[in-house]
C-alpha cells in the first residue's frame, strides 16, 4: 500500500478503474461498424449476407467467374441458322424452338424469339433436361434433341466434325437421332466486364479465372477480350466444383477464393467457394438463396466494389480497437496511481465509446 492513503481513496481509485476498463467501446462500435459497411455496401446496390464475408472478402486473392450471364449479358440473339440432312431452315428452327418451348434458359427463349411464333406445348411430351449438355422432348412422335456438341458425342450422332469448331454458341439439333443442323447465338459482352478486372487487379487480387460450359472458341474469344488470366471450357456443373477445388489446394494458406455467377448450375460452386457471389437480376432463385453475397445490378465491377467496402470497414474497425485499448490503457495507467479522476475515468468509457460510435458511421459511407 502507498503511505497515507486511506480506506476511501482505494475505494475511489478501484471505482475509477472499473468505469475506465468497461468495454462499452468496443462492445459497441466493433458490431456497429461491421453494420455501417453492410449498410454502405447495400447503397451501391451490394448486398451481404452477414458481417463475416466482409472480412472474408479482404482476403479474396483469386477471383473466379461464370461466363454467360456474369461477364456478358445473357441476352442471346441467332446470328446463323445452318440446316443439314435435308432439312431448311424454317424446319431447323421450328424443331429447336419445340424442344426449347419448356426451358427458361437465355438461350432457349432466344431461339423461341427467334422462331416468332407460338408454340404449342401440348405437341412437346417426355420433355428432360440433361444437364450440361441440352434438352430433349418427343414432339409429334419425332425425338428432338438440341444442345451442344457433347450431346452429339454422348449420343453417338453421326455429323460432320467441322460443326463443332464453328465460333459462337451453337446449339445442334437433331430429329430421331439424326443431325439436322445448328444455330449460332451471340451473347455480347457486359461494358463494364473489363474494367471489373481492372479493378480487382488494382486491389491486389492475383489471378482472375473464368469457367463456362461453352466451346474452347468462344471461351478464349472472350478471355482475350476482357483480359481474363486464364479460363476453363466445356465444363460440366460438377466439372466446375472440381475446378474450386483445385484451385482452393493450389492456393497459399490465409488466401481466399470468390466464385462469381448467375444460373441455377452454378449453385453447388457457389456454395463451394470461401465467398460464393450471385447476379441478383438475372440470377436463379437457387444461386441468389445459396450465394454469400449478392449483386443486384448485375454488374460484375460490384465486386471490386465490395472488395473496397470489406478493407475499409476493417480498417475502421481495426481504428476503433486501437483507440478503445489506446485510451484505457493510458488512463488505467493514470488511474492506478491516482492522477486520474472519475470524470476523466467517464471520458476514458462513455467519451471513447463515443468517439468509437462516430468512427464506425463512417462505414456508412
Known amino acids: 500500500m502507498i503511505e497515507g492513503a486511506t480506506f476511501s481513496q482505494w475505494i475511489y481509485r478501484a471505482l475509477v478503474l472499473l468505469v475506465i476498463s468497461c468495454p462499452c467501446a468496443l462492445v459497441i462500435s466493433i458490431p456497429l461498424g461491421y453494420f455501417g459497411g453492410i449498410g454502405g455496401a447495400s447503397r451501391k446496390g451490394i448486398l451481404m449476407k452477414g458481417a463475416s464475408y466482409l472480412d472474408v472478402l479482404t482476403q479474396v486473392k483469386t477471383v473466379v467467374f461464370d461466363k454467360t450471364g456474369t461477364l456478358t449479358k445473357g441476352e442471346f440473339k441467332v446470328t446463323e441458322i445452318a440446316p443439314a440432312n435435308g432439312y431448311d431452315k424454317d424446319a431447323l428452327l421450328r424443331l429447336a424452338a419445340q424442344a426449347e418451348a419448356q426451358s427458361n434458359h437465355p438461350i432457349a427463349q432466344s431461339i423461341r424469339e427467334a422462331y416468332k411464333q407460338p408454340v404449342d406445348i401440348s405437341s412437346v411430351k417426355e420433355y428432360r433436361e440433361i444437364s450440361g449438355h441440352g434438352v430433349s422432348a418427343r414432339i409429334n412422335g419425332t425425338t428432338v434433341m438440341a444442345g451442344n456438341d457433347k450431346l452429339l458425342h454422348r449420343e453417338g450422332i453421326k455429323h460432320d466434325e467441322s460443326v463443332c469448331s464453328v465460333e459462337g454458341t451453337v446449339v445442334h439439333v437433331v430429329a430421331d437421332h439424326r443431325y439436322a443442323g445448328y444455330i449460332v447465338i451471340a451473347d455480347e459482352i457486359k461494358e463494364d466486364a473489363a474494367e471489373a478486372v481492372r479493378s480487382l487487379k488494382r486491389l491486389g487480387v492475383d489471378k482472375v479465372i473464368m469457367l463456362t460450359g461453352d466451346s474452347e472458341a468462344v471461351a478464349a474469344s472472350v478471355a482475350r477480350k476482357i483480359g481474363i488470366d486464364s479460363y476453363l ?52 432463385d437457387a444461386a441468389i438463396e445459396t450465394a454469400d453475397v449478392v449483386i443486384m445490378t448485375d454488374s460484375p465491377s460490384k465486386l471490386a466494389q465490395a472488395i473496397e467496402v470489406a478493407r475499409k470497414t476493417r480498417g475502421i474497425v481495426w ?47
Not at 235 to 262: N, S
Not at 338 to 352: L, P, Q
Request: glycine share 14%; aromatic share 4%; hydrophobic share 55%.
Open 319 to 365: 481504428q476503433n480497437i486501437v483507440l478503445a485499448l489506446g485510451v484505457k490503457g493510458v488512463f488505467i495507467a493514470l488511474g492506478a496511481v491516482g492522477v486520474a479522476t472519475m470524470w476523466e475515468a467517464v471520458f476514458a468509457d462513455m467519451g471513447v465509446a463515443l468517439l468509437a460510435i462516430l468512427n464506425a458511421t463512417r462505414a456508412m459511407r
Open 233 to 284: 471450357s466445356e465444363l460440366l456443373p460438377e466439372g466446375k466444383v472440381a475446378a474450386i477445388e483445385k484451385l482452393e489446394r493450389e492456393t497459399r494458406t490465409g488466401a481466399k477464393i470468390a466464385f462469381v455467377g448467375d444460373g441455377i448450375n452454378d449453385a453447388p460452386v457457389i456454395a463451394r467457394a470461401d465467398v460464393g457471389v450471385a447476379m441478383g437480376g438475372l440470377g436463379s
